[in-house]
């Protein structure tokens, strides 16, 4: 082992016992599983759909799972019957139609009596009751939980929230977003947080209105955090993003998501997310899909703004315009060294590659201490330990971890400029490659391929493996 790889071992084993323990992957599901209604018959009624239901929730095996529309006690009672052996749970005695069920061999509630640490909390209704928006908008509510993870030891927030429906009444949307962020500032301290459930908005399906902000103010940074969205898509929604069937009961070619999963995990991010869309005896169990995705440590360190697919704007993105530069020298005295950092010894700890997270800042979180990898470059190098260690530095022939691309032609329509670093395709959300600046399935490669050293390379984006009944994500 060399004396580098050594080094860095030993520095993330010390780091990692001096903090809290890492979050460790779970994963986490939202099912609106359609209310008992009179209107449903035959094959739609709750007594033919409900096996579909309950499969499609023991097939995707959710550690945590958040359903709406549960208040009637038939959908109550075969819920329970089909999950108690496994899932303890909490349901709110007011009759609020949000459960929230967790498996009791991962999770335990972290306060106890049980009563002070869960509760239900109500959304305000902004309508008067002449207004055609006050029925939707009229006893909407968000249960909450605070879990211990059994593997872990740390604590997390759940929360299961469903909003008024009706694409008027965004008012009374808006108004949930701001009761949701007043729930989480009072109850989670020290703690993550997982937000999932129906908000009824999609402000990227056709025809949406530009007052519907209950997406855009839960991603609002906030005092101390800011929530993260999981599963972005780009353009309108289609078929492929939906959450929502529009085309039940008739055909319709209007698309919308409606359910979301949202966290704030300073240590962790979102992957695997996937919609199953799957058909029981010619229909699908709900009028919703159900909505899920793994809760995982995040690779590099906490960073709300980029989600796992890398395509969402945020600091770590390259700029379009910056000018490839050469790798710096090392302070160790040779370009071509690749364990000391290219900074000096009397840096901060926050530079080097094995460091203590920051203070808690806007959209990070509770202070929490990390190993967290290195800063990557503009020119695409990673940081490396600093070079006032013990050890000495080895110098390696092999070339930095990502080489810039150096060109004189001009850019095609859509890429980075050639003096850029190349950067992999982001991964829709079904799992294909979608075009990108430079990457695999980008339109500009072809016409950028001639100018591209034989050197320069690219990070392919890992391939995913459906699941049974899934939709691929990232």
């Known amino acids: 082992m060399s004396s580098c790889l050594a080094l860095l071992l030993a520095g993330a084993a010390s780091s990692a016992a001096a903090s809290e323990p890492l979050h460790e992957p779970f994963r986490v599901m939202t099912y609106n599983v359609r209310q008992v209604n009179a209107a449903d018959t035959g094959a739609y009624t709750w007594e033919n759909r409900s096996p579909g239901v309950i499969a499609v929730i023991a097939d995707n095996d959710p550690d945590i799972f958040g359903v709406q529309e549960s208040s009637s006690k038939v959908i109550q009672d075969d819920l329970v019957a089909a999950f108690d052996a496994a899932y303890d749970r909490f349901q709110p005695t007011n009759g609020s139609p949000k459960t929230i069920f967790f498996r009791r061999g991962r999770f335990e509630r972290l306060v106890m009596p049980p009563e002070d640490g869960q509760g239900n909390i109500s959304i305000p209704n902004p309508y008067p009751e002449d207004h055609a928006c006050f029925d939707n908008a009229n006893g909407r509510t968000a249960a909450w939980v605070k879990l211990r993870d059994l593997v872990s030891g740390r604590g997390y927030l759940i929360v299961n929230a469903h909003v008024a429906h009706g694409s008027a009444c965004y008012q009374a949307r808006n108004l949930a977003a701001d009761a949701l962020h007043a729930l989480i500032a009072a109850q989670s301290d020290g703690l993550g947080v997982v937000l999932f459930g129906d908000l009824n908005s999609d402000p990227q399906t056709a025809g949406a209105s530009g007052d519907d902000d209950i997406v855009e103010l839960l991603e609002a940074p906030q005092p101390g955090y800011r929530l993260a969205r999981s599963a972005r898509h780009s353009g309108d929604t289609s078929a492929d993003t939906a959450t929502f069937n529009s085309a039940w009961k008739a055909h319709s070619n209007n698309y919308s998501r409606l359910d979301y999963i949202f966290t704030k995990i300073a240590d962790a991010t979102t992957y695997h997310q996937s919609v199953d869309r799957r058909e029981v005896d010619g229909i699908t169990p709900s009028d919703h899909f159900a909505v899920l995705a793994t ?75 990390t190993v967290t990898a290195a800063p990557i470059a503009s020119n695409g190098t990673r940081a490396a330990a600093p070079c006032e260690s013990a050890a000495p530095c080895a110098t390696a022939a092999s070339p930095p971890l990502r080489t810039a691309v150096t060109s004189s032609k001009a850019a095609a329509p859509g890429c980075t400029s050639r003096g850029s670093t190349p950067t992999p395709a982001p991964t829709a959300w079904r799992g294909t490659l979608a075009p990108s600046t430079g990457g695999p399935g980008s339109p500009c490669r072809a016409a950028t391929a001639a100018s591209t050293p034989s050197s320069s390379t690219t990070t392919p984006a890992p391939a995913r493996t459906p699941t049974r009944g899934w939709t691929s994500g990232t």
């Not at 770590?316 to 690749?338: N, Y």
């Open 295 to 369: 809760i995982r440590t995040a690779p590099f360190g906490p960073d709300p703004l980029i989600d796992d697919r890398g395509d969402a704007p945020g600091p770590r993105s390259p700029s379009p315009t910056s000018p490839a530069t050469a790798p710096p020298t090392s302070s160790c005295g040779s370009p071509a060294t690749r364990c000391c950092a290219s900074i000096p010894a009397t840096a901060p700890a926050s530079s080097a590659l094995l460091s203590s997270a920051p203070p808690s800042t806007p959209g990070y979180g509770s202070p929490t201490s």
